[in-house]
């Protein structure tokens, strides 16, 4: 069996800043980006390149409240690569989100 090389052995993971940046949206949609940034460990700024990204996608919408953001996701919206497609970023989300916590599609709460 082979080693991982040294140099990038444990360098990587399994989630991309995308991901991570989604999920922490999808815990506190008021959350700052700058905490956000902390949270994850990568700039701010490229933390705005992220969600810049993710609503040009559709993933989410910003909405501003006050000198805020609160940010809300269409976990209806499929996720990207070609062999994940069939699944809705909504699935991704209850993997890491409580139930209760995940984000409701619009179907969902207009029955409730």
Known sequence: ???PSSARG???TFLTNHARVLIALARDPEVRLRDVAGLIGITERAVQLIV???EAAGYLTRTRVGR???YT???TVALRHPTEADHPVGDLLATFLHREDTP???AESAAS
């Open 1 to 3: 069996m082979s080693q």
């Open 10 to 12: 444990d360098q990587w």
């Open 52 to 54: 810049a990204d993710l």
């Open 68 to 70: 805020r953001n609160r």
């Open 73 to 75: 996701i269409d976990p």
């Open 104 to 106: 409701a599609t619009d």
